[in-house]
């Protein structure tokens, strides 16, 4: 069966929305946006040369990289007809990853053990596009080598890079960003830029604005307060970060005890480092590696001063909420960060606190979910090692997410499966630390249970590759018998599946098997029979497929994950019979099949048996019934973000619909096809039975519509974003 992936929503990439409006950076904006135009001469100074190829923005932490990298990016964005995509490489811990989070970025299902690498030049060759690069300075040597490879082999391919440090590779062009001028600055530019700004005062415009966020305007004609303030920005520097932090202040503080209180716990830049008992990852925020400039102790000391101001238990929640990567909800905190002093009902008015004071901020895309800035976060993670809590905290952020992926796979086969992939998605940075943890830790057995249960996600949600990865660690860890040793078996099986890897899967078949066995579980055996059913009915094996498959027992289905694996074995009888032409058993299969799902409520198998039973009514010519069943399994699909069963059942609307004859719609149905086939890496799965079927298809909309007008359709369809194009599948009959 199929891989599932969270699907590109639109034409223009992932940018997030910008929460803030944007202060100064003119001339630096100017000189990024020139950097990145693909059209040489269209707005860089006559004699620059050609855009680079790759921009790299440097400079210390908080001093604003990010924003002005995405600033850049989304005022460049119309240039990028395929696309401006933000890989945000913080959450990540593991070497070797960076390139496959650039392929999670682009959404590309790809089923294949084929290098990562080899994926995304495939799917971009012939594009244009904007990859950003954000947050480099700890994975510098692996961003480094994916940036290479890419850039290597894709000409049309342009990479913004925001790090600490630059990459250091040929041809990269970098531009340093110093921090918000107080009182003016000047602009320098070159194959490596040095910006400062035209405009006098954006510290203070950037200060003022936050100011009157936190409910303490400065008025236009206070010229003491405006000196006031400038006296604050001096102080720290002009550093975005530190006068947001500052700024969130003013809700408890008035201007000139700000100031008072920053002159007391600020050093001058003539001071020492500031003194520190433990290492900290903060000493990387220099420039270049050993040194830390003044405003490195500066920001440092500035987070610090909010940290003070913090009342003790708004700082302990700070400190415990540094072990999340990738964001988190108010519920998870309260569940991961309690203890002690810090009661689960005071959370919520903590973190409310924490928001309000910008330490913690909201997540610009997810609602009711929040996130902390890279600087922020290690200063909290300082703070926890100092209380000596970290290993303790980490132990139950990991058991946190053991439960609930333990919660998930029992859910999984009932009517919270869609709820389900959705937490998938946006835990998968926090579900990733939390497998790492755990394959790091002396506990195989807990290790393999988690594993077997977030691989088993992983492998309904899109992360192939990443569940592939964390089941052969846990299970060359030769982990002890019991069922999660067995359901990591099966998963990795079925991933192998997925990926078309079916001599594999053979293998794990076997030890699924035998595993079982040794267990005692019956509906483990039914699981195993898929992995053998599933991998033979793919080799073109189907007599011997449906001799196995159709020998399982019939046993109630489960609301687990070996319950979907139930599901799956029938589902694998059903396609077996259809490949083989026996489409009235496969369709009887299906409707088992189809009946089961909705009785569970779940979507997963259900949407694959709308498919199969479109397929056979297709076949024996009930056109309406196989272009409502291809509808219903789009929307099945579209539910679990699943790309390539949407893909495979867009090209069966497409041929029943041309059956009605309507060539335009199919055409276009054709095109949205191809684009969703796209994001897989694998058209029509190198099938023979479906590639053929497509062409057919093809054939007979362009003997209806001719080629000019087909080749018009067939574009409309092909540049749709992944909501239009799923509407328009769905909503019947619509226009063209």
Same mark, same amino acid.
């Given at each position: ?5 969270? *699907? ?7 940018? *997030? *929305? ?228 500052? #700024?969130?202040? $003013? ?10 209180? $920053? ?35 500066? +920001? ?40 002690? *002093? ?29 996130? =902390? ?101 846990? +299970? ?94 029938? $589902? ?75 893909? =495979? ?79 328009? #599948? ?7």
């Amino acid at each position: 069966m199929p891989d599932t992936t969270h *699907p590109n929503t639109g034409n223009l990439g992932n940018l *997030p *929305p910008e929460r803030h409006s944007f202060v100064g950076r003119r001339a630096e904006l100017a000189l990024l946006k020139a950097a990145l135009d693909p059209d040489p001469g269209s707005s860089r100074d006559p004699g620059a040369g050609p855009a680079a190829r790759l921009v790299s923005v440097v400079g210390v932490g908080g001093v604003g990289k990010t924003r002005l990298a995405l600033r850049a990016a989304a005022e460049v964005r119309d240039a990028y007809p395929d696309g401006v995509w933000l890989t945000e490489l913080s959450p990540l811990r593991a070497v070797g990853i960076v390139d496959l989070a650039v392929m999670e970025t682009l959404r590309l299902a790809d089923q294949s053990t084929r290098p990562v690498i080899d994926v995304i030049t495939e799917w971009a060759h012939g594009k244009r596009l904007l990859l950003v690069l954000d947050s480099c300075e700890h994975l510098l040597a692996d961003c480094a080598r994916v940036a290479a490879a890419l850039l290597a082999r894709l000409p049309d391919l342009r990479v913004l890079v925001t790090s600490r440090e630059r990459l250091a590779l040929p041809g990269e062009e970098v531009l340093h960003l110093e921090p918000l001028p107080v009182d003016g600055g000047t602009v320098s530019s070159g194959g490596t830029a040095a910006a400062g700004d035209l405009a006098a005062g954006d510290a203070v415009t950037l200060f003022a604005e936050r100011a009157a966020a936190a409910g303490r305007p400065l008025g236009d004609g206070d010229l003491a307060a405006r000196a006031t303030a400038a006296a604050v920005c001096r102080r720290l520097d002009g550093i975005p970060l530190a006068l947001e932090l500052a #700024a969130a202040r $003013l809700a408890d503080l008035t201007l000139d005890q700000l100031h008072a209180r $920053l002159g007391e716990r600020l050093p001058s830049p003539t001071d020492g480092p500031a003194p520190s008992d433990v290492p900290s990852p903060l000493d990387l925020l220099a420039s270049d590696p050993g040194e830390r400039p003044p405003r490195h102790r500066t +920001l440092r000391t500035a987070i610090g001063w909010s940290h003070e101001l913090c009342a003790p238990l708004e700082r302990l929640l700070w400190a415990r909420l540094s072990v999340f990567t990738g964001g988190f909800c108010a519920e998870t905190a309260q569940q991961v960060c309690a203890g002690g *002093p810090l009661a689960p009902e005071r959370i919520p008015g903590l973190l409310a606190r924490l928001v309000a004071q910008s330490i913690v901020l909201p997540d610009p895309v997810i609602s009711a979910r929040y996130r =902390m800035l890279d600087t922020v976060r290690e200063y909290g993670t300082d703070w926890l090692y100092a209380l000596g809590e970290e290993r303790a905290v980490r132990r139950r952020h990991r058991e946190h997410y053991a439960r609930l992926a333990h919660q998930g796979c029992a859910e999984w086969n009932t009517g919270r499966q869609v709820a389900w992939c959705e937490r998938v998605l946006s835990e998968h940075a926090n579900f990733r630390a939390a497998v790492e943890s755990a394959l790091a830790g002396p506990d195989r057995t807990a290790a393999v249970e988690m594993a077997g249960q977030v691989g088993f996600l992983w492998r309904h949600c899109g992360y192939l590759r990443e569940a592939r990865h964390c089941l052969d660690q846990a +299970l060359a860890a030769d982990p002890p018998p019991g069922h999660g040793r067995t359901l990591a078996l099966w998963s990795r099986g079925a991933v192998a599946i997925l990926q078309g890897d079916q001599e594999a899967a053979a293998n794990w078949a076997v030890r699924c098997a035998d595993a079982a066995r040794e267990q005692g579980s019956p509906v483990a055996m039914v699981a195993a029979v898929y992995l053998r059913g599933g991998q033979l009915a793919l080799t073109g094996r189907q007599a011997e497929a449906i001799d196995v498959l159709a020998a399982a027992p019939r046993l109630p289905i489960q609301d687990d994950a070996f319950g979907a694996a139930q599901l799956q074995a029938r $589902l694998a009888l059903s396609l077996a019979h259809v490949l083989r032409g026996e489409y009235e058993r496969g369709r009887e299969v299906a409707d088992e099949v189809r009946g089961a799902s909705r009785k569970q409520g779940e979507y997963w198998c259900g949407a694959f048996a709308d498919y199969l039973i479109a397929q056979a009514d297709l076949a024996y010519g009930d056109v309406p019934a196989a272009v409502r069943g291809a509808r219903t399994s789009v929307a099945g699909h579209a539910l679990l973000h699943n790309t390539v069963g949407a893909a =495979m059942s867009l090209d069966l609307l497409a041929t029943a619909v041309v059956t009605t004859g309507d060539a335009h719609r199919a055409a276009r149905l054709l095109g949205i096809g191809t684009r969703l086939w796209e994001l897989t890496g694998r058209a029509q799965m190198d099938s023979p039975d479906l590639i053929a079927t497509r062409r057919t298809c093809e054939l007979r909309v362009r003997e209806h519509l001719g080629d000019l007008a087909y080749q018009h359709e067939y574009r409309a369809g092909l540049t749709m974003s992944y909501d239009e194009a799923i509407a328009y #599948a769905t909503n019947w009959p619509g226009g063209r």
